[in-house]
């Protein structure tokens, strides 16, 4: 090949590079749903509180969650548990999300704001399933499980660097996670019967909202584990 060839060929290789580069960064268009209602104006933290430690101060790590291109993110330094100001009884809630090799987070769900949203509320753990890491888990550990409670269905991730899409329902006592079009966990609350389970994540000597899976209602929130995890197009559907 010749010269000049060799630099057009070359040209329209990265001309290809940078526009595919330009649309994995770049949020994808938030489509019209009926009933939904958007969570996250993609600028700052309206309707969005920290949780509280148990010293009363705010559950938050380094700077906190971090916002750029309409993104919501957390960091290895920068995280904690960024809940919902509402609560929030029967939902649809919508979102996209965006693993790094090992990332670790989760969505809390009928969650009080103190306390470790996995017991006192629960907790939908959002993991790369595939990190050199997490070989060894309990099957409720991998993502997409209420965690230690109720085990996903695995294999319907896309690979790291990718764009997610997941669906979560609470509706009762049903709780129903949905990942890439696929329902991974499909579960009735009251079916769960192992006592050592029921221990750990149902207590009904507490106050009601920190009663674990026995929670009616609760706030939403991204539960940081110390790894860069992206979230976009955020919203929800009350039933």
Same mark, same amino acid.
């Given at each position: 090949?010749?010269?000049?060839?060799? @630099?057009?060929?070359?040209? #329209? @290789?990265?001309?290809? %590079?940078?526009?595919?580069?330009?649309?994995?960064?770049?949020?994808?268009? !938030? !489509?019209?749903?009926?009933? @939904?209602?958007?969570? =996250? /104006? &993609?600028?700052?933290?309206?309707?969005?509180?920290?949780?509280?430690?148990?010293? &009363?101060?705010?559950?938050?790590?380094?700077?906190?969650?971090?916002?750029?291109?309409?993104?919501?993110?957390?960091?290895?330094?920068?995280?904690?548990?960024?809940?919902?100001?509402?609560?929030?009884?029967?939902?649809?809630?919508? =979102?996209? =999300? $965006?693993?790094?090799?090992?990332?670790? /987070?989760?969505?809390?769900? $009928?969650?009080?704001?103190?306390?470790?949203?996995?017991?006192?509320?629960?907790?939908?753990?959002?993991?790369?399933?595939?990190?050199?890491?997490?070989?060894?888990?309990?099957?409720? !550990?991998?993502?997409?499980?209420?965690?230690?409670?109720? %085990? %996903?269905?695995?294999? =319907? !991730?896309?690979?790291?660097?990718?764009?997610?899409?997941?669906?979560?329902?609470?509706?009762?006592?049903?709780?129903?996670?949905?990942?890439?079009?696929?329902?991974?966990?499909?579960?009735?609350?009251?079916?769960?019967?192992?006592?050592? #389970?029921?221990?750990?994540?149902?207590?009904?000597?507490?106050?009601?909202?920190?009663?674990?899976?026995?929670?009616?209602?609760?706030?939403? &929130?991204?539960?940081?584990?110390?790894?860069?995890?992206?979230? $976009?197009?955020?919203?929800?559907?009350?039933?």
């Amino acid at each position: 090949m010749n010269t000049s060839r060799a @630099f057009a060929a070359l040209v #329209v @290789f990265l001309a290809g %590079a940078v526009s595919i580069a330009w649309l994995n960064a770049a949020p994808s268009p !938030q !489509q019209k749903e009926p009933g @939904f209602t958007s969570l =996250f /104006n &993609g600028k700052d933290f309206t309707g969005w509180v920290y949780g509280r430690r148990a010293n &009363g101060a705010e559950n938050k790590s380094g700077k906190g969650y971090q916002i750029e291109n309409g993104v919501l993110y957390s960091t290895r330094d920068d995280g904690g548990n960024l809940y919902t100001e509402r609560e929030y009884a029967n939902f649809v809630f919508r =979102f996209e =999300f $965006r693993l790094t090799p090992n990332a670790n /987070n989760g969505i809390g769900i $009928r969650a009080p704001l103190e306390g470790d949203a996995a017991y006192v509320g629960m907790e939908i753990q959002v993991l790369d399933d595939g990190g050199s890491q997490y070989t060894n888990l309990l099957p409720g !550990q991998y993502h997409g499980s209420i965690y230690k409670v109720v %085990a %996903a269905k695995r294999g =319907f !991730q896309k690979p790291v660097g990718e764009w997610n899409s997941e669906e979560i329902t609470a509706n009762g006592r049903r709780i129903t996670v949905k990942l890439n079009g696929t329902v991974i966990v499909d579960a009735n609350l009251d079916d769960v019967k192992d006592e050592a #389970v029921l221990k750990e994540h149902r207590d009904l000597t507490k106050p009601e909202g920190s009663r674990g899976i026995a929670n009616t209602k609760g706030h939403i &929130g991204f539960l940081g584990h110390g790894a860069h995890v992206e979230f $976009r197009n955020i919203r929800i559907k009350e039933l």
